[in-house]
């Protein structure tokens, strides 16, 4: 069985059809990718996968289970499992760096201490090479911090799937060498990815299934990414 399941998926905006009927599997340990030109629906397919949109029509569903009829406890372990990177970072704003850091362990372990979390949130930021005072507010840093912030966001509860939309836009060339190491450790752990790109750079550092979005429909797929040695 299929770890992620889309079945005749559509999705509408305004009432304008921007997903036009997709299904696709997505195996757990698998890596894939989507691309497609701007505004061809791939960003708004991956928020459907990750059960972030509701389809207007079909379904998504999560080892067996339609997301969107998920009870409490199974969305919530579900958002356990799983993580997103936005491309914009989407971190609250008037919240400081900590409090966004910090957000999934209070909500998925709330029994940690203050001071557990700390040293949580100082581990991965560490990990992820932010180097600024966890006070600061998400307008005080770079677009490529707070990328890093997010990217540190997502994985502070060590999920087993990651979705991330350009996940290395408006880094540097360290911060995305950072972030592309931490992926492969990802990958190499067996865990399952699923991004979407327009950098063939990016493409090119993971093997996998690279599907293409045309027009709110998947047209084709083939594999991509250097062999493994």
Not at 28 to 52: D, F, H, N, P, Y
Not at 117 to 144: F, Q, T
Not at 155 to 167: A, R, S, T
Not at 207 to 212: D, E, M, N, V
Request: glycine share 6%; net charge neutral; charged share 25%.
């Amino acid at each position: 069985m299929a770890l992620l399941e889309l079945k005749n998926v559509k999705y509408n905006s305004r009432s304008q059809p921007i997903i036009k009927g997709i299904s696709m599997k997505i195996n757990e340990g698998e890596t894939v990718a989507i691309t497609g030109k701007s505004g061809s629906g791939k960003s708004t397919l991956l928020k459907l996968i990750a059960g972030i949109l509701v389809p207007a029509e079909g379904s998504v569903s999560f080892d067996g289970v339609n997301i969107n009829l998920m009870s409490k406890m199974e969305n919530r372990n579900f958002r356990r499992r799983t993580a997103f990177v936005f491309q914009d970072a989407a971190l609250w704003a008037n919240q400081d760096i900590l409090a966004n850091v910090s957000l999934p362990l209070r909500i998925h372990f709330p029994n940690l201490s203050n001071e557990e979390r700390l040293a949580e949130v100082e581990n991965m930021c560490k990990i992820v090479k932010y180097e600024r005072s966890l006070s600061l507010r998400p307008a005080d840093l770079s677009m490529g911090e707070q990328k890093q912030i997010a990217f540190a966001r997502a994985m502070i509860c060590k999920p087993e799937v990651l979705f991330l939309d350009e996940c290395t836009e408006s880094l540097d060339s360290r911060g995305a060498q950072v972030i592309v190491r931490l992926l492969h450790e990802f990958e190499e752990a067996g865990h399952t990815m699923v991004y979407v790109t327009h950098s063939t750079v990016f493409l090119r550092e993971f093997k996998g299934s690279r599907y293409l979005v045309d027009d709110g429909k998947l047209e084709s797929a083939d594999q991509v990414g250097e062999e493994k040695k």
